[in-house]
C-alpha cells in the first residue's frame, strides 16, 4: 500500500504520531478519523486541511469516517481557545451538520460500493441518551484528574483565567467518540490538527483502559501564514467553501494573492501534485516571482476542486476584465449577478439615477459620492488619466455619466489608478 504517512511527512504536515501508526497503514485498509466543528453550515479554508486529509486517506486505500460534532458542539472544545464560546441549540447544530454533510460529499466518495466509501458519523446519536451518572460511571472512572489536568490545553486556560466544567469534561466527550468509534466501526485511527493532540490521546488511553485493543493517532502541524497569523481569512473575514459566502471568483484570488513565502507552503500542503513536481513548480517561480506560476497552478488547481473547472474560466475571465486589459465590451458581457460576484469586497456607492438624464457631472458625483475628498482632487485626478468608467480612460474634466454608462442597467465601474476600483449603484 501507498505509504500514506511518508507522503504526509514529506509534505511537512505530521507534527506528533503514536507509535506503529505508520506500520498500520502499510499493513490493511484502516478506518481513521477527523472530526469536524459544526459551528456554521458551511466549512471554511482552514477546513481544507482535515478534508484533504480524509481525501488523501481515501485515495491511499483507507476507509474515511467524518465525524459532526452535533453533542460537542454544545460543549465547546477548550483547544487552542483563549474563552468560552457560546453555545448552539439542537436545531442551529443540526443545520450546520447537513451543510457540512453536503459539502464533504464534495469531496471524498460516500456513496459507491467500495470496501473504502466513507462514512459520515454525529457523536449527538450516541449522546444524546448518555446520562450523566451513566457517563460518569462508564467513563470519568477510567481517566484520572490528575490526568486531565496535565493537558496543555487545560493548563493554558486555567492559566488565562480559568475554564468551566463544561469545557473540562470536553476531552473526556472526545475520547468517548474515539472509543465508540472502534467498537462500533472498527476506527482505529483518529487524525486531526497538532492543537487536538490532547485529546486524541485520551482517547486511546481511554480504549486501552477499558480493554480495548490498538488504537493510533497523528496530527498535523497548524497552518500559519508566514507573518504569524491564522491561515484562511482575508480582510473580509473567513474564506467560505460556500459559493454563497465566498463567490469562486473571490476564492480564487486568495489564493492567486498568497505571498511567495505562503504559496511555496500551501502547495505541499494542500496540492495533489506529486512533491516533486511541486518543488519542481516552487524552483521555476523563484526564478521569475513577478509571474506568479505557482500561486496560479495553486489557485487553478484549489477553485476546480472546491467549485468547478467552469468556475475557474469565469474566475480568470473575471480577473482578466479587473486586472488586465479587457474593454468595456468585456464587462458588458457579464450579467448582474456576474458583475456582482466579482465585485464582491469593492467599495460601493450609490447615485441617483434621475440625474443621469441629462448626463451628471463626473467631477462632482466622484466628491459628492465619497470617491474622492473634493471636486479639487477628482479634478487632478481625472486631467491627469487616472481614472476610468466601465474600463474606458477619462481625461475631460467636464466629462458626465449617462444612462449609457450603466452595466445591466443599473451599475457603473469607476477605476482610479490601476487597483482601485468603485462600484456606483444608480436607482
Request: proline share 1%.
Given at each position: 500500500?501507498?505509504?500514506?504517512v511518508?507522503?504526509?511527512?514529506?509534505?511537512?504536515?505530521?507534527?506528533?504520531?503514536?507509535?506503529?501508526?505508520?506500520?498500520?497503514?502499510?499493513k490493511?485498509?484502516?478506518?481513521?478519523?477527523?472530526?469536524?466543528?459544526?459551528?456554521?453550515?458551511?466549512?471554511?479554508?482552514?477546513?481544507?486541511?482535515p478534508?484533504?486529509?480524509?481525501?488523501?486517506?481515501?485515495?491511499?486505500?483507507?476507509?474515511?469516517?467524518?465525524?459532526?460534532?452535533?453533542?460537542?458542539?454544545?460543549?465547546?472544545?477548550?483547544?487552542g481557545?483563549s474563552?468560552?464560546?457560546?453555545?448552539?441549540?439542537v436545531?442551529?447544530?443540526?443545520?450546520?451538520?447537513?451543510g457540512?454533510?453536503?459539502?464533504?460529499?464534495?469531496?471524498?466518495?460516500?456513496?459507491?460500493?467500495?470496501?473504502?466509501?466513507?462514512?459520515?458519523?454525529?457523536?449527538?446519536?450516541?449522546?444524546?441518551?448518555?446520562?450523566?451518572?451513566?457517563?460518569?460511571?462508564?467513563?470519568?472512572?477510567h481517566?484520572?484528574?490528575?490526568?486531565?489536568?496535565a493537558?496543555?490545553?487545560?493548563?493554558?486556560r486555567?492559566?488565562?483565567g480559568?475554564?468551566?466544567?463544561?469545557?473540562?469534561?470536553?476531552?473526556?466527550?472526545?475520547?468517548?467518540?474515539?472509543?465508540?468509534?472502534?467498537?462500533?466501526?472498527?476506527v482505529?485511527?483518529?487524525?486531526?490538527?497538532?492543537?487536538?493532540?490532547?485529546?486524541?490521546?485520551?482517547?486511546?488511553?481511554?480504549?486501552?483502559?477499558?480493554g480495548?485493543?490498538?488504537?493510533?493517532?497523528?496530527?498535523c502541524?497548524?497552518?500559519?501564514?508566514?507573518?504569524?497569523?491564522?491561515?484562511?481569512?482575508?480582510?473580509?473575514?473567513?474564506?467560505?467553501?460556500d459559493?454563497?459566502?465566498?463567490?469562486?471568483?473571490?476564492?480564487?484570488?486568495?489564493?492567486?494573492?498568497?505571498?511567495?513565502?505562503?504559496?511555496?507552503?500551501?502547495?505541499?500542503?494542500?496540492?495533489?501534485?506529486p512533491?516533486?513536481?511541486?518543488?519542481?513548480?516552487?524552483?521555476?517561480h523563484?526564478?521569475?516571482?513577478?509571474?506568479?506560476?505557482?500561486?496560479?497552478?495553486?489557485?487553478?488547481?484549489?477553485?476546480?476542486?472546491?467549485?468547478?473547472?467552469?468556475?475557474?474560466?469565469?474566475?480568470?475571465?473575471?480577473?482578466?476584465?479587473?486586472?488586465?486589459?479587457?474593454?468595456?465590451?468585456?464587462?458588458?458581457?457579464l450579467?448582474?449577478?456576474?458583475?456582482?460576484?466579482?465585485?464582491?469586497?469593492?467599495?460601493q456607492?450609490?447615485?441617483?439615477?434621475?440625474?443621469?438624464?441629462?448626463?451628471?457631472?463626473?467631477?462632482?458625483?466622484?466628491?459628492?459620492?465619497?470617491?474622492?475628498?473634493?471636486?479639487?482632487?477628482?479634478?487632478?485626478?481625472?486631467?491627469?488619466?487616472g481614472?476610468?468608467?466601465?474600463?474606458?480612460?477619462?481625461?475631460?474634466?467636464?466629462?458626465?455619466?449617462?444612462?449609457?454608462?450603466?452595466?445591466?442597467?443599473?451599475?457603473?465601474?469607476?477605476?482610479k489608478?490601476?487597483?482601485?476600483?468603485?462600484?456606483?449603484?444608480?436607482?
Open positions: 500500500m501507498m505509504n500514506l511518508a507522503e504526509l511527512q514529506e509534505r511537512g504536515l505530521v507534527q506528533d504520531i503514536m507509535p506503529g501508526t505508520e506500520e498500520q497503514l502499510m490493511e485498509m484502516t478506518s481513521g478519523y477527523i472530526g469536524f466543528d459544526p459551528t456554521a453550515d458551511s466549512l471554511h479554508v482552514g477546513s481544507l486541511l478534508i484533504t486529509l480524509l481525501m488523501r486517506l481515501q485515495r491511499a486505500g483507507h476507509k474515511p469516517y467524518a465525524l459532526v460534532g452535533g453533542a460537542t458542539g454544545m460543549v465547546g472544545d477548550p483547544s481557545k474563552a468560552e464560546r457560546n453555545l448552539l441549540d436545531e442551529t447544530i443540526q443545520r450546520n451538520c447537513d457540512i454533510r453536503r459539502q464533504l460529499e464534495h469531496f471524498i466518495d460516500f456513496n459507491s460500493d467500495a470496501a473504502n466509501a466513507a462514512v459520515m458519523v454525529n457523536n449527538y446519536d450516541w449522546f444524546r441518551d448518555f446520562s450523566f451518572l451513566g457517563f460518569i460511571r462508564d467513563v470519568g472512572k481517566i484520572t484528574v490528575n490526568y486531565m489536568m493537558k496543555d490545553s487545560v493548563q493554558k486555567l492559566e488565562s480559568g475554564m468551566s466544567f463544561t469545557e473540562f469534561t470536553y476531552q473526556l466527550i472526545q475520547g468517548y467518540d474515539f472509543y465508540h468509534l472502534f467498537n462500533t466501526h472498527n482505529c485511527l483518529q487524525m486531526g490538527g497538532a492543537d487536538q493532540w490532547g485529546n486524541m490521546v485520551t482517547g486511546t488511553e481511554l480504549i486501552r483502559r477499558k480495548g485493543g490498538d488504537a493510533f493517532a497523528f496530527t502541524r497548524l497552518i500559519t501564514k508566514s507573518d504569524g497569523s491564522k491561515f484562511g481569512k482575508s480582510e473580509s473575514g473567513n474564506v467560505w467553501l459559493r454563497e459566502r465566498t463567490s469562486p471568483y473571490v476564492f480564487y484570488q486568495f489564493w492567486l494573492n498568497l505571498p511567495d513565502a505562503d504559496a511555496a507552503k500551501m502547495a505541499l500542503i494542500f496540492s495533489f501534485r512533491v516533486a513536481e511541486i518543488k519542481a513548480l516552487i524552483a521555476e523563484e526564478q521569475a516571482t513577478h509571474l506568479r506560476k505557482l500561486q496560479k497552478a495553486l489557485a487553478e488547481e484549489m477553485t476546480i476542486m472546491v467549485h468547478s473547472e467552469a468556475d475557474l474560466d469565469f474566475a480568470k475571465q473575471a480577473s482578466d476584465i479587473l486586472f488586465g486589459q479587457s474593454s468595456v465590451e468585456a464587462l458588458r458581457t450579467n448582474e449577478c456576474q458583475l456582482l460576484e466579482v465585485m464582491d469586497g469593492v467599495r456607492v450609490t447615485g441617483d439615477r434621475k440625474t443621469l438624464g441629462d448626463g451628471a457631472e463626473l467631477v462632482t458625483f466622484l466628491a459628492e459620492s465619497g470617491v474622492f475628498a473634493s471636486k479639487g482632487e477628482a479634478r487632478k485626478m481625472v486631467q491627469g488619466g481614472i476610468s468608467i466601465n474600463k474606458e480612460k477619462v481625461t475631460a474634466t467636464d466629462a458626465r455619466l449617462t444612462s449609457e454608462h450603466l452595466l445591466n442597467d443599473k451599475y457603473i465601474l469607476i477605476q489608478g490601476k487597483k482601485d476600483y468603485t462600484l456606483a449603484i444608480f436607482s
